[in-house]
């Protein structure tokens, strides 16, 4: 199938016209990929054709990322709030999207190299958030599912370096300078603990 002919028919169909009813603003050249919101760029559509179109950019384009989280978005989001976007996707479609977006962006995150920057972000964002406790149900699922499995030495070993510059498992930073921030917090709280108890003495 020619999806490049068809984006191109429905988009040029669209410059030549005037929709007098509901309408969704859609940006030609989309912005992941340079586009901008110059009115060349810019065209209305039907929310079925601007649903439409963002699945033909994702078989034009399988590599572009953005491009199927977009369209993901659309497949999930609720009716507009006047209630005039009114396309439904049916559970086959749904799933297909799903499965395309995770594949896409497994893919996409592979590789990719997170910066000691944004992981302290990811952290700071993180703290103070109480974790949800795992339901007892799932918890004795679980241990049944792992009950009698026996590792292989490969396994082991996998888990070793991974828990080598793990802080919960050796109590010390992921970086040289949080360690010695840890540590100086730790040398405060002795000082501040002698000088406590020596205070409490002179009393």
Not at 37 to 47: F, G, I, R
Not at 51 to 80: D, G, Q, T
Not at 110 to 129: A, M
Not at 148 to 166: D, F
Request: glycine letters at 4%; proline letters at 2%; one cysteine or more.
């Amino acid at each position: 199938m020619n999806y490049e002919k068809i984006h191109d028919a429905i988009i040029n169909r669209a410059k030549n016209r005037k929709l007098t009813g509901y309408k969704e603003r859609h940006h030609i050249v989309p912005r992941c990929m340079g586009g901008t919101n110059d009115k060349d760029n810019l065209v209305d559509l039907t929310a079925r054709e601007h649903f439409l179109i963002h699945k033909l950019l994702c078989e034009i384009y399988p590599n572009e990322y953005k491009l199927f989280h977009a369209f993901r978005m659309m497949a999930v989001m609720k009716n507009s709030k006047d209630n005039k976007r009114i396309y439904y996707v049916s559970s086959h479609e749904y799933t297909r999207i799903k499965l395309q977006h995770k594949n896409i962006m497994q893919m996409h995150n592979k590789n990719k190299i997170v910066s000691i920057e944004t992981k302290d972000k990811i952290s700071k964002s993180c703290r103070g958030k109480k974790k949800r406790p795992m339901p007892e149900e799932i918890k004795k699922k679980i241990s049944a599912a792992l009950k009698g499995r026996k590792l292989t030495s490969e396994h082991k070993e996998k888990v070793r370096i991974a828990n080598t510059n793990n802080p919960k498992c050796t109590g010390k930073a992921t970086t040289l300078e949080k360690e010695l921030e840890r540590r100086e917090k730790i040398k405060k709280s002795w000082i501040m603990r002698k000088e406590n108890k020596s205070g409490g003495i002179n009393d």
